[in-house]
Every structure is written in C-alpha cells, then in structure tokens.
T-cell receptor, first 114, second 114 residues
Framework: DTGVSQDPRHKITKRGQNVTFRCDPI?????LYWYRQTLGQGPEFLTY????????KSRLLSDRFSAERPKGSFSTLEIQRTEQGDSAMYLC????????????FGQGTRLTVV | GENVEQHPSTLSVQEGDSAVIKCTYS??????FPWYKQELGKRPQLIID?????GEKKDQRIAVTLNKTAKHFSLHITETQPEDSAVYFC?????????????FGKGTHLIIQP
C-alpha cells in the first residue's frame, strides 16, 4: 500500500493516560498534517510539518499535545493526560510542496477516552 | 483565521437528479478550494479542486464553480448515482495544496434516493 498509513486504527484508553499515534506519509511527500475530526464535523487542522520542521500549530493543539517528525519521514502525535474531550478521529495527511498539491489522508486513528 | 460555512447539512435527491452543495469562505487570501468525499468509516478522498485563478472546473459528472468576489464556491453533481451517497466536505486554504492547513466546512450528508 503506497498511501498514507496510520497506526493504530483504534485506541481505547483511560482518562489520564498518555497515548501516541503514528503516521507514515506517502514516501515522496515532504508535507505532513495532523487533523482531528469529531462526529458530524469536518476535520480540524492541528499542525503540519515540512520535512522535519513543524511550521504551524493550531490553537486547538493544547500543551498536552505534541507532534514530532524527527527524520522528515514518519510522524508521531502524543496526547498526555488524556481527557474525554480528546475522543475523536485523528487524521494524518501528506502532500508535496510543489506540483501535485493534493493532500492525501490516512484512514485515521479513532481514540476513545473512557 | 479562515472560516468556511457549508450548506445544506443534509441533501436528499432522487437518483439521476442533480445535487448542489454551497460553501462560503471569509479570508480573501484563500486561493485553493478542494472538495473531499468521505464514506462512512473511511478516509476523506479528494474528488475535485479549484484554484482562485479559475472560475469553473469540470470532471465528468462533477463540477465546481468559484466566485472570488462573493467568496463562495459550489459543488455540482449531475446524474447522481447510489454510490454518490456520502458526506462531502468543502475546504479552503492559503498557498495551495493544503499548505498551512485546510479549513473544512462542517460537511453535507448527500443521500441518493433510488
């Protein structure tokens, strides 16, 4: 599969626990984005990377959230001290900087905080 | 920041009829407007996009129009088929191709009645 892949697909965690999600973008894509989608809503932008540099963070990204893309390839999104309001689908997308500018989405990680 | 409004939230049409979904945006600097289709439990997939230097774009049964002056854009699906049933999201961004993140509308649930 040469598309964007995310792991795990589903995660159930207890409130207060830390969770980490992984995203592997399309190999030649140098831009990587994280979005959050709750039921009945459109995806909401969280942050994006160009290569290994994190270039923008949304106000939605509280200090409990941290994202990394250490080698400019895969990325991780960590949520510390999870709260019930963090329950959502976390989507990763990737795109090229120039030329083909379509953002391709992964299947997402569905987080449930109980 | 950018704000994207999308209407209607639900649209039911008879198979074979046309469907129109409308979006407005607030930031006149936005110059890239994609439309994504999301089937239940699946990833958003790009179906068509338009840039601000173009007023209309068509791809088979799907067309998008853009009015920069009024800051609105619309998706038109002709000869609707059952497989068109899904949630459709419009989005807007500055810099093209998801650069700096896409701002999505809340989505339109399109139902094709047989």
């Amino acid at each position: 599969d040469t598309g964007v892949s995310q792991d795990p697909r589903h995660k159930i965690t207890k409130r207060g626990q830390n969770v980490t999600f992984r995203c592997d973008p399309i190999s030649e894509h140098n831009r990587l984005y994280w979005y959050r989608q709750t039921l009945g809503q459109g995806p909401e932008f969280l942050t994006y990377f160009q290569n290994e540099a994190q270039l923008e963070k949304s106000r939605l990204l509280s200090d409990r959230f941290s994202a990394e893309r250490p080698k400019g390839s895969f990325s991780t999104l960590e949520i510390q001290r999870t709260e019930q309001g963090d329950s959502a689908m976390y989507l990763c997308a990737s795109s090229l900087v120039r030329g083909d500018t379509e953002a391709f989405f992964g299947q997402g990680t569905r987080l449930t905080v109980v | 920041g950018e704000n994207v409004e999308q209407h209607p939230s639900t649209l039911s049409v008879q198979e074979g009829d046309s469907a129109v979904i409308k979006c407005t945006y607030s930031d006149s600097a936005s110059n890239y407007f994609p439309w994504y289709k999301q089937e239940l439990g699946k990833r958003p997939q790009l179906i068509i996009d338009i840039r601000s230097n173009v007023g209309e774009k068509k791809d088979q049964r799907i067309a998008v129009t853009l009015n920069k002056t009024a800051k609105h854009f619309s998706l038109h699906i002709t000869e609707t088929q059952p497989e068109d049933s899904a949630v459709y999201f419009c989005a807007a961004s500055i810099g093209g191709g998801g650069a700096d993140g896409l701002t999505f509308g809340k989505g339109t649930h399109l139902i094709i009645q047989p």
